[in-house]
């Protein structure tokens, strides 16, 4: 009968060493759920990390009753277990500081993260606003301008067809706003690096290939080559120019960003040495339709430094160049007209 008593308690304490060792591996698992979660369970699972959490718990509470069992399977229950009821208080003890240490270090988290979230989106809520209060006062300028010029000619008794144009002046105006367009992106390119160049260019279809009708890169005009080959609507090495891509795609308007022309394996080079100063690009198409027939502009933005035109701010872009180039557009039909005034004075 010794024996056999014996043997029952030796096989209760190992029962509770096995229910000990279960406890601390609960511990474990619990401290280190979320990134078990996180390395294991995809995105879309992640709410079974909190049918774990509860199954953890309960695991928990099972094992903490084994030494209730061992106490009188034991002793009959007769008898206290101090020692054993001792090193599972420690331990629950311990689940307790580690559960309240975990809470806390989680909404530390995510109130950091939460945090962090409203200064970006404070922060691009501020950069946008500030892009467009520069957008309008570079539009004011330029109306300003065209204004002073037909408000001098207003005061005139009789008005010319040649100070009329002179007046209207439309290639300026489309130069203005094109410049216009270059210190809008020049502001952010310069706070990045004030050393970076810019180009900008418009691009109209002419005699089967686009040609740059206007080019500026902040103190020169015309400061992009005519490449007739690679600018042919329909060569038949195929189309290499991005200015091309962009005044082929489908639809009404449309824009090709490449942040890393290098890296970029679509991207073809002209020349070797383009390499050295073309790094970012934009190109943005703008339908339009003048006496009936309808073609394209292309505007082309060029950079030395990488990553400078974002993909993720295509749209913002888009709605950017797209209201310019209405005013582009407009200049445009005014040249037009202006063209068959007759010469007889107003």
């Not at 101090?82 to 109130?111: M, S, W």
């Not at 520069?134 to 002073?148: E, F, G, Q, T, W």
């Not at 709605?319 to 007759?342: G, H, P």
Request: charged share 25%; proline share 3%.
């Amino acid at each position: 009968m010794l024996a056999s008593a014996s043997v029952h308690v030796g096989a209760n304490w190992g029962f509770l060493v096995v229910a000990i060792i279960s406890f601390v591996l609960v511990i474990i698992l619990w401290k280190f759920r979320r990134k078990i979660a996180d390395w294991i369970l995809p995105r879309k699972w992640k709410f079974l990390l909190k049918i774990v959490e509860w199954l953890l718990a309960l695991a928990g509470a099972v094992i903490s009753d084994y030494a209730e069992v061992f106490k009188h399977t034991s002793w009959g229950g007769n008898q206290p277990t101090y020692p054993v009821e001792a090193v599972l208080a420690i331990l629950g003890l311990g689940v307790l500081f580690l559960t309240v240490g975990q809470i806390r270090d989680e909404l530390k988290e995510d109130l950091e993260e939460s945090l962090n979230t409203s200064r970006q989106q404070s922060d691009e809520l501020k950069r946008q606003r500030d892009a467009w209060v520069r957008l309008l006062v570079h539009i004011r300028n330029i109306i300003d301008k065209k204004m002073k010029r037909v408000e001098t000619l207003a005061k005139n008794a009789t008005v010319s067809h040649e100070e009329f144009v002179t007046a209207l002046n439309p290639d300026e105006q489309v130069m203005l706003i094109l410049q216009s367009i270059y210190e809008f992106f020049k502001f952010e390119l310069h706070a990045l690096d004030p050393n970076a160049q810019l180009r900008l260019a418009l691009y109209m279809r002419e005699e089967g290939r686009m040609a740059p009708a206007y080019s500026w890169n902040g103190s020169i005009k015309n400061c992009v080559s005519t490449n007739t080959k690679q600018m042919e609507l329909g060569s038949p090495d195929g189309v290499i120019s991005v200015v091309v891509q962009c005044y082929n795609i489908k639809g009404d308007t449309g824009v090709i960003i490449i942040p890393d022309c290098d890296a970029d394996k679509g991207f073809e080079f002209f020349r070797p040495e383009q390499k050295k100063y073309l790094k970012s690009m934009l190109a943005l198409k703008y339908r339009t339709e003048h006496d009936g027939t309808a073609d394209a502009l292309v505007l082309a933005l060029d950079c030395d430094r990488t990553d400078f035109f974002d993909t993720g701010r295509s749209e913002e872009l888009k709605t950017f160049l797209f209201e310019m180039m209405k005013r582009i557009d407009y200049e445009l039909v005014i040249a037009d007209v202006a063209a068959k005034v007759t010469a007889k004075p107003l």
